[in-house]
């Protein structure tokens, strides 16, 4: 069983804590930038017979006693990188579900460089996790088309019912905005999904290829009156003779499914009819994630390259 830190007390954050300790993982030390809960115990927090503190900071924690950290807060990655690199420094694997850090060598360039660096330095490892991007649209894809024979195309396409997820969601996604107020937050990156590209270049990497020519866009999905009602997203790309595709639709009036479907020898489709829950399945995949993340190579590592097996 693992020592973790973790970092990062929001909904999902705490999710994460209490199926650790479901799975019998020790909590060493709790961080958390809020300074409400700043000092509060695990226990007034949650209920949990833990008493370890909130601390407001990665540098004002103690790190010495723990094995994993888990960074479960923010999303890009120049907001993580020296707070990662703090816990890479101090001897720590690191699994963090920040989006962009899912494939942090797109949007992260020298930062993720130097992470990698400090990881090998150090001798573990650093490893972006979720459900997507980090399971439905880039690692399950990745999976499938390894049984299909020379593919050309990777078609992915996700559907979420924001109706039945958290207000935090519907946030992300614009519901209530009008049309010209959704294309102002979006431009300025306050809304929309981050980490989309992230995974069509996961699958180019499972293909051995690099993504060329990758384009990325996304658009309101309109109800009367100029109500917004959410987002639809897509990014595409080649990885070499094979055109990767991935369409996002998260609004009010969704079907909740994912499609897997990949052009080769076989064909092959893969539905998941009632679509993978976003965070159930975030929180049992940082989670698992801190059970493997031991035995993977040191660096800065992606999903594809954790080991499946926890012994």
């Known amino acids: ?72 807060a923010k999303s890009r990655v120049e907001d993580v990188a020296g707070d990662i690199a703090a816990l890479l420094s101090a001897g720590l694997d690191v699994v963090t579900t920040a989006e962009e850090m899912v494939y942090p060598r797109h949007a992260g360039g020298d930062q993720a460089g130097r992470l990698d660096a400090i990881a090998k330095e150090k001798g573990v490892s650093l490893v972006g996790v979720g459900v997507n991007p980090g399971f439905v649209m880039d690692w399950v894809p990745a999976v499938v088309a390894s049984a299909s024979k020379n593919p050309t195309r990777i078609h992915v396409v996700r559907s979420v019912d924001v109706s039945r997820r958290r207000q935090q969601l519907h946030m992300r996604v614009g519901v209530g905005l009008s049309r010209a107020r959704f294309e102002k937050e979006l431009a300025e990156g306050r809304i929309g999904h981050i980490g989309l590209v992230e995974s069509a270049h996961l699958v180019a990497l499972s293909l051995g290829r690099k993504l060329e020519g990758a384009s990325e866009g996304a658009f309101p999905v309109l109800g009367s009156e100029d109500y917004v009602m959410g987002v639809r997203q897509f ?60 035995r993977a190579q040191p660096g800065l590592i992606t999903v594809l390259d954790l080991p499946l097996s926890c012994q």
């Open 1 to 72: 069983m693992a020592r973790v830190v973790l970092c990062g007390m929001g909904a999902v954050g705490t999710e994460i804590l209490k199926h650790l300790v479901e799975r019998g993982h020790t909590i060493t030390g709790v961080i958390d930038a809020d300074p409400a809960i700043a000092g509060k115990t695990v226990a007034e927090l949650t209920g949990l017979p833990i008493g370890v503190r909130v601390h407001q900071s990665v540098q004002s924690a103690p790190l010495a006693d723990s094995d994993v950290a888990v960074f479960a």
């Open 235 to 294: 990014a595409e790309g080649k990885a070499g003779d094979c055109v990767i595709r991935l369409d996002l639709e998260m609004t009010t009036t969704s079907a909740d499914f994912d499609v897997i479907e990949v052009t080769g020898d076989p064909v092959i489709k893969l539905r998941f009819e009632k679509g993978v829950f976003g965070d159930s399945a975030t929180v049992a995949m940082a989670v698992h994630a801190v059970e493997r993340v031991g």
